[in-house]
């Protein structure tokens, strides 16, 4: 059906219309519209139809049975003859339905023309429609049952019909519908174009984004981006333009669809979860947000639904999800995302949190140690990302001092990358404490920590022995001033020089739990030693000691001795 052909029947509709509600009651249908062949107009089959379904339903109007429905969704394709009049409804009683045409975006050429049309059904008699390109609003006054008038988008086009924009609202029982008609598209005429209806019951606002594509028009490169939410192909690009992509792994790349938008929230697809990507304005992919998408690696959703899985109070529980993590993470290699690392970080903080409310059992305890051990096998650049993400080093480090504690009982727990130590010491009769972290001989993987309770001990036992770490601790550690400073007076507390207190040892086969996160990301030096750490437990005040802690690593081939002095040295 040509523009023409097309004008002149909705010329004879609105006609119809404003007929079959002046002589409802006459006997005989109107010549001129007896029979009406409308299969090749895209119908809406809403309120602003009924009249012609009660006129088809009463044999005042025929209607041929090629005629269908094209909207709404629920009756496309629909015979309009087999539709009730009752059917033709608007979304329900009284309420405007504002549709846009295109209702996708539109990538189209410098020269090309272009119409957008909006429509309004179940309209009221002061609903107000206009238009806006951006900042831009353009208004035509109401004369009767429509109103036509041209504007121009820019003040140095205004002599220049190629610049300007024709606006036309038509007013129809109970619709109103304007248009826009672009005779000569330019760059002028890019951008973000809304049609905004105003009425009583409420406010609406249809939004189209148009692109046009000139000679100078820069453009963003087909590009390919791939991360723990999916790979994505994201397609030659205006400058610009947003694209939207669905994200990977809900449907088949092949079955993904695009959608270009322009920076407005509003050009969003809310009930479709997508991946973007922004081209800017001078060419360059920018911004690329997959944040809505789910992960993709099937480690990386267990460990997420580990961490989102809220584990009751009890023993039982409690001792099966922490069978479970350990099992999962035995193969030591399955830890390849930042986000594994992260959640599997969140998950033993909450299992060490719920086993400090309990009475606390070996297995659990020597269990969450082993999976810490476990997130050492991941690379150094993995945990130094999960760290500035969300502290997971941190995090893992925190949870083995409080599992110790909470475990008064666990005095060894070995893993392939870390070892824990803790002594039941008297403060009044401590005399110091070395231990060593150590190998038989240059030949030997298998390392072994032992203590010795004379302080200030050779640095090596034998010629054969291979010393990795060791720790010196003073015997004034616990000495009455200090005592009194962390524990008050013995009249306050008579029971401070007495009581036993816990010393718990950490020694790490690497340094991959400590990376260096700095802010200026200047740093150039890594730790290459093994860590060796002690701490008192459930200490909570800070200690300045009278004498220094000696502590030797080491570094590659050498053996570097390092002495902490009394004031750098806490309970931590």
């Known amino acids: 059906m040509s523009g023409l052909e097309r004008d002149n029947l909705r010329r004879k509709l609105i006609e119809a219309a404003a007929w079959w509600r002046r002589s409802r009651a006459r006997p005989r249908p109107d010549p001129w519209l007896s029979c009406s062949d409308l299969s090749q107009t895209e119908l809406v089959c809403d309120c602003g139809l009924r009249w012609l379904a009660e006129a088809s339903a009463t044999k005042r109007v025929r209607v041929t049975v090629a005629t269908k429905c094209f909207r709404p969704r629920d009756f496309n394709g629909t015979q309009f003859k087999k539709l009730q009049p009752e059917n033709f409804q608007c979304h329900g009683p009284g309420l405007s339905v504002v549709e846009l045409e295109p209702t996708l975006d539109q990538v189209v050429f410098a020269g090309d023309s272009l119409r ?13 429609v206009w238009w806006a390109r951006g900042d831009a609003h353009f208004q035509a006054r109401r004369l009767g049952s429509s109103a036509n008038y041209t504007d121009y988008l820019e003040p140095h086009h205004q002599h220049q019909q190629r610049g300007g924009a024709k606006f036309k609202t038509t007013y129809l029982p109970d619709a109103v519908e304007s248009m826009v008609e672009i005779q000569e598209l330019n760059n002028t005429h890019s951008g973000e174009w809304s049609c905004l209806v105003q009425g009583e019951k409420g406010n609406h606002t249809r939004t189209v984004s148009i692109y046009v594509i000139a000679h100078d028009t820069k453009y963003c490169p087909t ?21 939207e992509l669905e994200c990977a792994g809900i449907l088949p790349t092949h079955h993904r669809e695009i959608k270009f938008s322009g920076r407005s929230p509003s050009s969003s697809l809310p009930a479709m979860r997508v991946a973007k990507h922004a081209c800017t304005n001078e060419g360059s992919w920018h911004e690329l947000d997959t944040s809505d998408c789910p992960f993709v690696s099937e480690t990386t959703k267990i460990l997420e639904q580990f961490a989102s899985t809220n584990i009751s109070a009890s023993k039982t529980t409690l001792v099966d999800s922490i069978r479970s993590l350990s099992n999962f993470t035995r193969d030591r290699k399955i830890l390849r995302d930042a986000m594994d690392i992260v959640f599997l970080a969140q998950t033993v903080e909450q299992y060490t949190n719920l086993q400090a409310t309990l009475s606390g059992a070996k297995e659990t305890a020597t269990k969450l140690i082993d999976i810490v051990s476990s997130s050492m096998a991941a690379t150094k650049e993995l ?46 009769s401590f005399s110091g404490l070395t231990c060593n972290w150590y190998r038989l001989n240059v030949h030997s993987t298998e390392r072994h920590f032992r203590c010795n309770t004379n302080n200030y001990s050779k640095l090596f036992n034998s010629e054969d022995e291979i010393l990795d770490a060791q720790i010196q601790v003073p015997s004034s550690l616990f000495s009455k001033e200090i005592l009194k400073a962390a524990n008050g007076s013995e009249e306050e507390n008579p029971t401070a020089a007495t009581s036993t207190v816990q010393l718990q040892f950490f020694v790490y086969d690497t340094a991959n739990l400590f990376p260096r996160v700095l802010a200026g990301g200047s740093d150039t030096w890594e730790v290459t030693s093994p860590v060796i750490g002690a701490r008192i437990g459930n200490q909570e005040e800070e200690m300045l000691l009278e004498d220094g802690v000696y502590i030797t690593l080491r ?3 050498l053996c570097t001795e390092i002495r902490l002095v009394p004031e750098e040295l806490s309970s931590g």
């Open 116 to 128: 957008l049309r909006c429509r309004v059904t179940s309209a009221e008699d002061n609903h107000r």
């Open 555 to 557: 570094i590659w081939q």
């Open 383 to 428: 945990l130094n990302r999960a760290e500035i993400l969300d502290g997971s080093c941190r995090r893992l480090l925190n949870c083995l001092w409080n599992v110790a504690t909470s475990t008064p009982t666990l005095t060894r727990a070995a893993t392939p990358h870390l070892e824990m130590h803790q002594f039941t010491r008297q403060p009044d």
């Open 223 to 243: 590009n390919v981006t791939s991360n723990n939410r999916g790979s994505y192909v994201w397609p030659r690009t205006v400058a610009g333009v947003t694209v």
